[in-house]
C-alpha cells in the first residue's frame, strides 16, 4: 500500500498566507525529504529532516516520528513559492531508496 | 559542480524502438538513482546503484528495461521496444550514500513514445 500520504493534493491561498503541508508515513524511518518543484523543472532539494524542526528562511520543516508524520510550513508566502513541494521517505532498513508522496500543487494568488 | 547532468533532455521514439538515457553524477556521489515521473504515477523509483554495483532493482519493468554503470561518472537507462506507457520524465539523482543522504536530481529526459 501507499507509504506516504501527502496532504493536501492542492493549496491555494492569498499572497502573504501561511501554509501548511502534510506526510504521513506507515513504515519505519531514517529520514524524510521535502523538494520543490516549478511546472517543467527539476526536483530541489528544500530539507533533509530525519527528526525535529529544521529552518531554511521562510520555510520550516517538523518530523515527528513517533507520530509518524512531517509537515513543511510556509510562512508569508510569496507568488514567487507557487510550484508543487513533495516529501519522500527513506525507509529504516538501511536502503537509500526514496519513497515519493503525490505531492501538493500550490498557488498563490496575487 | 555542475550538478546531475542527464542526456538528451528529450527524446522522441516510434513504438518499437530503444531508447538510451544518460546520467553523469555529481562528482564524488557514490549512490546514483533512476526514478520516472508522470502526472498519473507521480514519482516512481525505477533502480539505484552504491559505487556503481546495482542495489535495488525493484521498480524496473523486467523485460524491456535495464540500467547499467559502467563507471563512477555515469549511469545509462534502456529501454528496448519502446511503448507508448513508457512516455514520462525519467529522473537521475545521486546522493553521497552515506549519513545525511540528500538527493540531488537532474534535469531529468522526456521521453515521448509515439
Known amino acids: 500500500g501507499q507509504q506516504v500520504q501527502q496532504s493536501p493534493a492542492s493549496l491555494v491561498l492569498q499572497e502573504g498566507e501561511n501554509a501548511e503541508l502534510q506526510c504521513n508515513f506507515s513504515t519505519s524511518l531514517n529520514s524524510m525529504q521535502w523538494f520543490y518543484q516549478r511546472p517543467g523543472g527539476s526536483l530541489v532539494s528544500l530539507f533533509y529532516?530525519?527528526?525535529g524542526t529544521k529552518q531554511s528562511g521562510r520555510l520550516t520543516s517538523t518530523t515527528v516520528i513517533k507520530e509518524r508524520r512531517s509537515s513543511l510550513h510556509i510562512s508569508s508566502s510569496q507568488t514567487t513559492d507557487s510550484g508543487t513541494y513533495l516529501c519522500a521517505m527513506e525507509p529504516g532498513t538501511g536502503s537509500n531508496r526514496l519513497t515519493f508522496g503525490k505531492g501538493t500543487k500550490f498557488s498563490l494568488i496575487p | 559542480n555542475a550538478g546531475v547532468i542527464q542526456t538528451p533532455r528529450h527524446k522522441v521514439t516510434g513504438k518499437g524502438q530503444e531508447a538510451t538515457l544518460w546520467c553523469e553524477p555529481i562528482?564524488?556521489?557514490?549512490?546514483v538513482f533512476w526514478y520516472r515521473q508522470t502526472i498519473v504515477q507521480g514519482l516512481e523509483f525505477l533502480t539505484y546503484?552504491?559505487?556503481?554495483?546495482?542495489?535495488?532493482d525493484s521498480g524496473m519493468p523486467k523485460e524491456r528495461f535495464s540500467a547499467q554503470m559502467p563507471n563512477q561518472s555515469h549511469s545509462t537507462l534502456k529501454i528496448q521496444s519502446t511503448q507508448p506507457q513508457d512516455s514520462a520524465v525519467y529522473l537521475c539523482?545521486?546522493?553521497?550514500?552515506?549519513?545525511?543522504?540528500?538527493?540531488?536530481f537532474g534535469a531529468g529526459t522526456r521521453l515521448s513514445v509515439l
Open positions: 562528482s564524488g556521489h557514490s549512490a
Open positions: 539523482a545521486s546522493s553521497l550514500g552515506l549519513g545525511e543522504n540528500t538527493l540531488y
Open positions: 546503484f552504491r559505487n556503481q554495483a546495482p542495489i535495488d
Open positions: 529532516n530525519p527528526s
